[in-house]
């Protein structure tokens, strides 16, 4: 059996709302994004690995990468967004 993923198989019959309102804040300091794995450019990532510096997700959440992200669930704002991408790319 394959490992789930995250990301949408095939393409949607229409593209996901995405609406800026609904989503959470990440500088509200809730902590409610340091529960879940986020989307972040390979390349970003890399470089933060490198140089030790903080990186940006697709929701916005900044921090300095240092765990495994297969501990946590993907964040929800992140995995929307990258569905969207996604299926904009298909179209």
Not at 18 to 26: G, K, L, S, Y
Not at 54 to 60: D, F, I, K, P, Y
Request: hydrophobic content about 25%.
């Amino acid at each position: 059996m394959p490992a789930p993923t995250h990301l949408p198989t095939k393409s949607p019959a229409t593209a996901p709302v995405v609406e800026p309102d609904t989503r959470p804040d990440p500088t509200t300091g809730d902590g409610d994004h340091d529960r879940f794995a986020h989307y972040v450019s390979k390349r970003e990532l890399d470089k933060a690995r490198r140089k030790g510096a903080a990186v940006t997700a697709l929701c916005g959440k900044r921090w300095k990468p240092d765990g495994d992200p297969s501990r946590y669930p993907m964040c929800p704002t992140c995995a929307e967004i990258a569905a969207e991408r996604i299926s904009r790319s298909i179209e």
